[in-house]
């Protein structure tokens, strides 16, 4: 994993900035009876609940190894995010495209169409926040990368998440208020339906794009790209390795499982071969960990052949 990343700080943000929105929306909801402030709000509640599942999945995969699991616990992220992604495709989007269906079905006038508005401007500017500290976060780790490619390549679910979350909240309440305004100023309900509809639309797409990253994360993925590339040219740069005849690595979370098989380079000194060879590869280990800490398990065989 990329570190330097707090993902914790990004969820926190996030946390809160839902659970406040989350009030304010149900209120506007009420008073309003707009469905697109009540797919808002349901959105702002689900966020919420995926928030603390995130925090929860964190903590668990801290757990340390056991007999049962002697590889720990740091996938257990891995499958929390993917209960979130599953969550906003059920729970969200399902339940926003309902609603929208039934209000096309059954439009009904907006009450105090200002006070959504109003609403959903606080709400922009909260998510906006909560967006600024996940991209802060995220910067850390990009390496120049663009936001897409980032987003293909991380290894950190609940930055993938947090992100997806951020995006589809700020794009699902511009569509909100969108919908609102085009209904107070023609004083037809449909648009508020329209809106309520697209909301749901727009957070199938994101929770299917999250699932689909995370299923990957749950079968097994190696490290970043450019990190893999890095520490290919760190073991083929070493001068006790003369050949790398194969290279494996496994996120785990926050840890890394590598395994190596390679040739080591022949000395001429009188010390015993074996136990010159079992020293080079210590050393080789050492210095390999000191570079890359997330390396938690580190697998080396020696070989003269691939």
Request: proline share 3%.
């Amino acid at each position: 994993m990329s570190h330097g990343a707090d993902s914790t700080k990004s969820i926190l943000f996030a946390l809160v900035a839902n659970f406040l929105i989350a009030i304010a929306k149900f209120i506007a909801a009420y008073i309003t009876k707009s469905g697109s402030m009540l797919a808002e709000a349901i959105h702002s509640v689900v966020d919420t609940s995926n928030q603390v599942l995130l925090l929860i999945g964190l903590n668990r995969s801290k757990m340390p190894p056991s007999d049962e699991h002697p590889l720990g616990h740091g996938k257990t992220i891995y499958f929390w995010s993917f209960i979130v992604a599953l969550i906003l495709f059920s729970l969200g989007g399902v339940y926003a495209i309902y609603e929208g269906l039934h209000k096309i079905q059954n439009p009904q006038p907006i009450n105090s169409p200002l006070i959504a508005i109003g609403v959903l401007v606080f709400a922009i500017i909260a998510e906006s926040v909560s967006l600024w500290g996940c991209i802060r976060e995220i910067n850390k780790v990009r390496v120049n990368r663009s936001f897409t490619k980032w987003f293909r390549e991380s290894r950190q679910s609940e930055l993938l998440v947090v992100f997806g979350e951020d995006i589809a909240a700020i794009s699902g309440l511009v569509f909100a208020l969108i919908a609102i305004i085009m209904t107070m100023v023609t004083g037809d309900p449909v648009y508020d339906a329209i809106g309520t509809l697209v909301i749901g639309i727009l957070l199938v797409i994101i929770a299917i794009f999250l699932g689909r990253e995370v299923k990957d994360l749950l079968i097994g993925q190696g490290v970043e790209p450019h990190i893999r590339k890095d520490m290919l040219e760190t073991l083929n740069s070493n001068s006790k390795i003369e050949n790398v005849f194969n290279f494996l690595s496994l996120q785990m979370g926050n840890d890394v499982m590598v395994a190596i098989k390679a040739k080591m380079t022949e000395s001429d000194s009188s010390t015993n071969s074996a136990t010159k060879m079992i020293d080079d590869i210590n050393e080789c280990e050492t210095e390999f960990k000191q570079k890359y800490p997330q390396v938690k398990w580190l697998f080396f065989e020696p070989d003269n052949k691939d």
